[in-house]
Each structure stands twice: as structure tokens, then as C-alpha cells.
């Protein structure tokens, strides 16, 4: 038979709770979507973290940080279709440069809520 692939991405439906060893050391309260297809998939996650940590997460995937000074907004919406924009002036981040699939990282701590956000992606 056949095998049949599908183009739209299976959704892993969000996921709420504390750290199975797929997040930073010391992320906390996290909540997290997954989504894959044939073409790639995607990866979003909000959680608690400390601001050390997440200076030492990023450094331990080679991801230059650059910090967030003045306000800027992103997109921090978690799931498929998601949007959630907020302005973030007190922080740091980390924006990939286009991977040859489409894809990127973007990662962001924001300082006042002790919360950082990633995603990642790939087309």
C-alpha cells in the first residue's frame, strides 16, 4: 500500500506544567506547543526563568544575545494561529538569521515578567 503524508501539520496540543528535561535548567511553569508535517514543524514554549539561565541557555546553543533597551514588540502567541503581541523593552534577544528551509529561531526574555519565549520553526 501506499504510504500517505500529510501537508498540514498534526498538532501536539498545548501542554502546561513543570520541566521534563525538554527545557533550560530552571525553566519553570512552562506552557508548550509542537506541531509537525512532512514540510517541518514548530516549537513554541513560554516559561519561568532566571535571567542567568536563560543568558546561559542561550550560550549554550550559540545564540548572541542582544538586549532589549529600548521597546519592541513580538509576537509571543503560543499554538497554531496564535497572536499575542507585546511590547518588551527590558530584556534580551536572540532573532536567527533565515535557516535555507524557511525556518529560525526567536527567542526573548523579558525581564519584568521573568518569563522568556521561544520559537522555533522549520518549513
Known amino acids: ?13 498545548g501542554h502546561r506544567g513543570e520541566n521534563d528535561g525538554r527545557f533550560p535548567a530552571g525553566a519553570t511553569d512552562i506552557d508548550y506547543h509542537i506541531a509537525k508535517s512532512v514540510l517541518g514543524g514548530w516549537w513554541h514554549a513560554d516559561f519561568r ?51 535555507d528551509d524557511g525556518g529560525g529561531v526567536v527567542a526573548v526574555f523579558d525581564r519584568s515578567r521573568g518569563r522568556a519565549t521561544v520559537r522555533a520553526g522549520s518549513h
Open 49 to 99: 526563568i532566571s535571567e542567568a539561565e536563560f543568558v546561559a541557555y542561550a550560550r549554550e546553543r550559540d545564540w548572541p544575545l542582544v538586549a532589549l533597551t529600548a521597546p519592541r514588540d513580538f509576537d509571543l502567541g503560543l499554538g497554531p494561529g496564535a497572536s499575542d503581541w507585546q511590547t518588551i523593552s527590558d530584556g534580551w534577544v536572540y532573532v536567527s538569521p533565515l535557516a
Open 1 to 13: 500500500g501506499a504510504v500517505v503524508y500529510s501537508l498540514i501539520p498534526k498538532v501536539d496540543e
